[in-house]
């Protein structure tokens, strides 16, 4: 046996905790009308996972719980527990006892435990499912449900006969499968969306990644000509420093040197030694032009003389000059004239002496003339200022000789000073040059300084572009080590070349668009991977959903061959006679039709929609085929209410003699039968009872006999279901 026992508290009329214990293969629950014997079966039905109210005779989940009357407060909540024996492992739970408990509250919040952990609804479910027990499965049968599986349709009927036969795991696999195999499409559709969605972008990178690719492979090579042209640069620039550092510091030497030379030389050409040559020229032209005005005023005189002496000589028997007077002053001037020039040979004493003569001469022809004309004292003035004139003729030519002279002195001084400006020139023009050369270094220097910040800002950008791999260009050793500006500038051209198109590849964002390319990558392989994983999954949920099918179609075939052996027997039984049978057959699905205006009008349609464009499908059922004794009825609309009972319980013992629930519930089933009917309906349990523990909620004596434990169920004028229990076992032992 393998229900143990039911714990009922507050649930429906179960106010108090109420406990039936299943210690017989069959136990009876009596009772009068309405004192809630029906509410155990609903208990049961709650326990096990029932979702309709409807079954359960109630529209909330608070209408299963006791509502209270003036006896006893109504309750917060009902709980109801079913107690298995689980040693024979029936249920799939490594537990001995398995307590299967459910709890609804006033808020409509339901609970659910297993051996007092809580758990979900489809945990429950999956376990019971696997001893074939469900929440509205065959084996409770509620009253008036009897003849529900008459009165279904044949796809209910079918569904009904499945979960007899235990099939209902089969269903739920198959449901299952077909939800997982939705599921799958639906994320196989999703997939390949997602796909689709990434496609573009993903050919986009690739392009984006093959141009990264080149610009990898002209960075590659780019790379070592740029350490190189970084190396030679540096090193250029280092040279052309130390060269020109060099140079304009030895330079501006240079010219330190030649300024100071050139300032000597000025101050040498400044204090030249003219100035006493300069002052003696000055004397010598002084004494020379009194000498000329001396030469000149006696050669005047000597001329005027000469003029009187004509006249005289014309009228020289007019006036005479004594002899005597003229010798005597030629004399006087004779000896006066060498002792004057020789004690002073300035030219105011030549010219007073030349005016002494003169005024003797004049004397002496003033005495010739007031003596009648001396010509001889004409004649001897006249000669007095010839030699005179002759004198300072001479003085003359002394002078200009030695004017001359210094004048040479002056000229060979002038030469030696030009000497000295020609080398200051040539100093001016050295210092000139040294400061061109000074300037022109300073601007080499300048461009140098350019050419440096020039050399930095392209290292800059080599390390911006390629990274640290251009920072070593120091360890590079190229041969030669330097090259001819022109080469190199042409290199910088090449290189400057190789930038530009890196740059327009976008070589800087390489990485980023690799590794956006790469998970683009690995997104489509996974998202591949996954797809070739969902049609694997959507192809062994199809297999497996044909496999169940075939299983279920085997199962099924060969359990409604089972069931039509039994049901023929027990029909036979029941009826004296007769046969019964259950029959496959096929119906077409019916569809709603559906208004021109978008509503239903009411009307289905069943037949070939072949004019529609749509090939009808048609689904299995289950039809009774059945003979009664001396009457011919051929289909079930024709039975009697009593036929009908007999007929449903007939196939309610046969599904559960094929396939035997652990326990079945019967709610009255046996209300319509009359006393003989209810000895075959006795007989019957009976023989169920072996192969399933029964609960029978019965009026009639018949089936009570056959009852190992009778509970009995009573209400008072509180309301409260109170049981009574009997063993017959133990009371005929207190009989006897």
């Given amino acids: 046996m393998h229900l143990s026992r039911l714990d009922i508290a507050g649930f429906k009329s179960f106010a108090r905790k109420t406990t039936f214990d299943f210690g017989s293969s069959v136990v009876a629950i009596v009772g009068p009308n309405g004192s809630g014997k029906s509410n155990v079966a609903e208990a049961v039905r709650f326990v096990l996972g029932e979702q309709s109210m409807k079954s359960m005779r109630g529209k909330r989940g608070e209408d299963l719980i006791w509502n209270g009357s003036s006896a006893f407060p109504r309750a917060g909540r009902g709980a109801v527990s079913l107690v298995f024996d689980n040693r024979s492992r029936f249920l799939n739970i490594d537990?001995?006892?398995?307590?299967?408990?459910?709890?609804?509250?006033?808020?409509?919040v339901n609970e659910y435990r297993l051996n007092g952990s809580q758990v979900r609804l489809?945990?429950?479910?999956?376990?019971?499912?696997?001893?074939?027990?469900?929440?509205?499965?065959?084996?409770?049968?509620?009253?008036?449900?009897?003849?529900?599986?008459?009165?279904?349709?044949t796809v209910e009927r079918r569904q009904m006969l499945e979960d007899a036969l235990g099939l209902t795991a089969y269903q739920y696999k198959i449901k299952e499968s077909e939800r997982k195999l939705g599921r799958t499409r639906e994320n196989m559709r999703q997939v390949e969306g997602l796909r689709r969605e990434i496609a573009p972008h993903l050919r986009f990178l690739k392009k984006q990644v093959e141009k990264v690719e080149k610009a990898e492979a002209l960075k590659a090579a780019a790379v070592p000509r740029f350490r190189v042209y970084l190396k030679r640069e540096e090193e250029y620039v280092r040279e052309a420093r130390t060269r020109i550092d060099s140079d304009l510091s030895g330079r501006k030497r240079e010219l330190d040197g030649i300024a100071r030379e050139v300032a000597d030389a000025k101050s040498a050409l400044a204090t030249a030694a003219e100035d006493k040559r300069a002052s003696n020229i000055l004397e010598l032209s002084k004494s020379l032009d009194e000498a000329r005005i001396r030469r000149a005023d006696a050669a005047r005189k000597a001329a005027r003389l000469e003029g009187q002496i004509d006249i005289v000589e014309k009228t020289a028997s007019k006036a005479t000059v004594p002899a005597g007077d003229l010798s005597r002053l030629i004399e006087e001037g004779e000896r006066d004239i060498p002792e004057t020039v020789d004690r002073d040979l300035k030219p105011g004493a030549v010219i007073a002496l030349v005016r002494v003569f003169f005024a003797k001469l004049r004397d002496l022809v003033r005495s010739a003339e007031r003596g009648a004309g001396d010509l001889e004292s004409l004649r001897a003035e006249r000669q007095a200022h010839a030699a005179e004139e002759k004198s300072e003729s001479e003085k003359e030519t002394k002078f200009l000789a030695a004017l001359e002279k210094i004048r040479t002195e002056l000229d060979a001084a002038r030469e030696k000073e030009r000497e000295k400006e020609r080398s200051l020139f040539e100093l001016a023009s050295r210092e000139r040059e040294a400061k061109l050369t000074v300037t022109m270094l300073e601007g080499s220097h300048e461009r140098l300084s350019l050419e440096e910040d020039e050399f930095k800002r392209e290292l800059a950008e080599a390390?911006?572009?390629?990274g640290r791999e251009i920072q070593s260009y120091g360890d590079e050793r190229p041969e030669p080590m330097t090259l001819p500006r022109s080469e190199q500038e042409r290199e910088k051209r090449e290189l400057e070349k190789m930038k530009i198109r890196l740059e327009e590849m976008g070589a800087g964002g390489g990485e980023e668009v690799m590794k956006e390319y790469r998970d683009a990558t690995e997104r489509e392989t996974f998202l591949e991977r996954e797809l070739a994983d969902l049609e694997t999954a959507a192809a062994s949920l199809e297999k497996l959903l044909e496999d169940l099918d075939h299983e279920l179609s085997g199962r099924f075939a060969d359990g409604i061959k089972a069931v039509n052996g039994e049901f023929t027997k027990l029909f036979a039984l029941m009826f004296d006679g007769g046969s019964a049978a259950l029959v496959t057959v096929k119906e077409p699905i019916r569809r709603e039709r559906i208004s021109l205006f978008g509503e239903n009008d009411g009307e289905s349609d069943s037949g070939d929609d072949e004019e529609d464009g749509e090939k009808q499908e048609f689904v299995e059922g289950i039809e009774i085929s059945l003979s009664i004794p001396r009457k011919r009825v051929k289909s079930l609309v024709m039975l009697s209410g009593g036929e009908r009972a007999l007929t449903s319980i007939a196939l309610i013992f046969a599904m559960s003699s094929v396939n035997p629930p652990p326990f079945l519930i019967l709610d009255e089933t046996d209300a319509a039968l009359d006393e003989s009917n209810s000895r075959r309906y006795g007989d019957m349990v009976a023989a169920l009872s072996e192969k399933s523990q029964l609960v029978l909620i019965t009026h009639n004596r018949?089936?009570?006999?056959?009852?190992?434990?009778?509970?009995?169920?009573?209400?008072g004028g509180d309301g409260v279901s109170?049981?009574?229990?009997?063993?017959?076992?133990?009371a005929v032992k207190v009989a006897k």
């Fill in 122 to 153: 489809k945990d429950t479910l999956e376990l019971l499912a696997g001893a074939n027990i469900g929440e509205s499965g065959h084996h409770i049968i509620s009253q008036g449900e009897a003849d529900k599986i008459l009165s279904a349709s």
């Fill in 722 to 730: 109170k049981v009574l229990s009997v063993k017959f076992e133990d």
């Fill in 702 to 715: 018949e089936t009570m006999s056959r009852a190992g434990i009778l509970y009995g169920v009573t209400m």
């Fill in 463 to 466: 390390a911006a572009l390629f």
């Fill in 95 to 108: 537990f001995d006892e398995v307590v299967v408990e459910r709890v609804v509250n006033r808020d409509g």
